[in-house]
Every structure is written in structure tokens, then in C-alpha cells.
T-cell receptor, first 116, second 114 residues
Framework: GAVVSQHPSRVICKSGTSVKIECRSL??????MFWYRQFPKQSLMLMAT?????????EQGVEKDKFLINHASLTLSTLTVTSAHPEDSSFYIC????????????FGPGTRLTVL | AQSVTQPDIHITVSEGASLELRCNYS??????LFWYVQSPGQGLQLLLK??????LVQGIKGFEAEFKRSQSSFNLRKPSVHWSDAAEYFC????????????FGKGTKLSVKP
């Protein structure tokens, strides 16, 4: 149980376009979802925390207008990278937590974004 | 502020040898501690976790870790490494309460020699 999926697994886009990444909890209701970013050979850095039905909370230094997060249902959160640029190329990983789950998170397989 | 330090960027061990990956944390309260493994281009797989109780925790794939409060450490060990263990290993500390997000160390890349 506790499976989290991400779609797409890989995406290549042109500079200036927007890309949407989906994160789904397949067998549980995720009241909270987290979005992380991982640069090559680096650790995961938390970008934002989203709670179902409310606005996401962004970490310092993360542009909320560039990285739009929507958590419209208990099983789906989306991250939209708007007007993507090559420096946005990265590995994006989501995780999900069920209500009362504390620090217990389940991670998705990640999405590799390459902006040309 | 909470932080996690993994002092070793890259470790190479021979197959069959023992392994210890170091992790030190800084946290103001009793920490929730995790070890994750990441294969290239993949997401994270939880190896083991410590919330409370017995300070020696057993995980999957033959891994174990020991929480030492006096040393602020949570080192990962395996008595005999297999070639399939080659991957990136991340230590993380979790914030309790309603936040619940994780703070990761920079990771240790494990290479296994035949």
C-alpha cells in the first residue's frame, strides 16, 4: 500500500513553455503533499507544502508564481513550471502524507524535466 | 535550525565487505530519523526509520541503523554489501507536528567493487 505515482516520468520542453507534473496517491487520501527538487548529484530540497483545499506554502527562495501548485483533491497535486527556462531543468519529486501521518511520507518516482 | 550532515560524499566498498554510512543531525527535540536509498533516475525508497524506542532499528535489505543521542548520530550499517546496493543514500530528519516535512542530507554515493 501507500503508493504515489508521478506523471510524466520524463519531459523535455522548449524554453518559455509551461509544464505540468502530476502527483497522485493511489491507495490513500493525501491531505498533505510535498514537492522537492533535486539537482544532479545534490540532495532533495523542499520547494513547497500543499494541503488539500488550501494554498501551498512555499519555502524561502521559491517563486510561487513560477512554480504553481494545486492540490484540488485528496489524491492529486499538480506542479506547473511556468515559462520554463534551462535552469529549471531538474528532478522533481513529490511525496504524500495521509491525515495524522506525522512525518511519515511516501515518495513518488520523480519527474525528470529538461528545458532546452 | 534543523540540519543533517552526511560527511562522506562517496564511499567504495568491496562486495561482501561491511558498510557504515555516517549521518549526524542537528535538531532541537527528539528527532524522527530516516534513511532512504535512491537508484539512478529513480525516486526514494525508505530503508528504515527511527521514531522512538529501541535505538537499533532494522530495515529492509539487511540494513540497520543505530540512534545515538549523545553523538547526534544515526549511522547506517550493513554487514555484507551486495553489488545491488550501489546507489545514493540519504539520511533525513523529520519535523514533527503539522509540518511534517523532511530535511535531507546531501547524500552518500555508494559504489561496490566486485
Amino acid at each position: 500500500g501507500a503508493v504515489v505515482s508521478q506523471h510524466p516520468s520524463r519531459v523535455i520542453c522548449k524554453s518559455g513553455t509551461s509544464v505540468k507534473i502530476e502527483c497522485r496517491s493511489l491507495d490513500f487520501q493525501a491531505t498533505t503533499m510535498f514537492w522537492y527538487r533535486q539537482f544532479p548529484k545534490q540532495s532533495l530540497m523542499l520547494m513547497a507544502t500543499s494541503n488539500e483545499g488550501s494554498k501551498a506554502t512555499y519555502e524561502q527562495g521559491v517563486e510561487k508564481d513560477k512554480f504553481l501548485i494545486n492540490h484540488a483533491s485528496l489524491t492529486l497535486s499538480t506542479l506547473t513550471v511556468t515559462s520554463a527556462h534551462p535552469e529549471d531543468s531538474s528532478f522533481y519529486i513529490c511525496s504524500a502524507r495521509f491525515r495524522g501521518g506525522g512525518v511519515w511520507q511516501f515518495f513518488g518516482p520523480g519527474t525528470r524535466l529538461t528545458v532546452l | 535550525a534543523q540540519s543533517v550532515t552526511q560527511p562522506d560524499i562517496h564511499i567504495t566498498v568491496s562486495e561482501g565487505a561491511s558498510l557504515e554510512l555516517r549521518c549526524n543531525y542537528s535538531y532541537g527535540a527528539t528527532p524522527y530519523l530516516f534513511w532512504y536509498v535512491q537508484s539512478p533516475g529513480q525516486g526514494l525508497q525508505l530503508l528504515l526509520k527511527y521514531f522512538s524506542g529501541d535505538t537499533l532499528v532494522q530495515g529492509i535489505k539487511g540494513f540497520e541503523a543505530e540512534f545515538k543521542r549523545s553523538q547526534s548520530s544515526f549511522n547506517l550499517r550493513k554487514p555484507s554489501v551486495h553489488w545491488s546496493d550501489a546507489a545514493e543514500y540519504f539520511c533525513a530528519v523529520g519535523r514533527g507536528g503539522s509540518q511534517g516535512n523532511l530535511i535531507f542530507g546531501k547524500g552518500t554515493k555508494l559504489s561496490v567493487k566486485p
